[in-house]
């Protein structure tokens, strides 16, 4: 599989707030944004976090990452509301 790179450009204050989610979350900021992009982290190269999930186990993992965005969203907008002034 071929890879590629892309490349955006963002503030210095955008991409301070990314490093600092990124940091909190205890991942890499390449990682951070690939998993807000709704794709997978590339995590380390090895194969030993690769893990082989029943059904139940990846529908209950999909839950509880559905459930973690929408609580993640609410954080953060409770934060840009709080910085605003509003």
Known sequence: MGTATITFHVSDAERHELSARAERDKVSLSDYIRVRLGLRGQGSEGDDD???????????????LVDHDRRLHVLEDDYARRQSGA
Not at 50 to 64: G, L, P
């Open 50 to 64: 690769i893990v082989i999930e029943t059904q139940e186990q990846s529908e209950d993992v999909r839950d509880r």
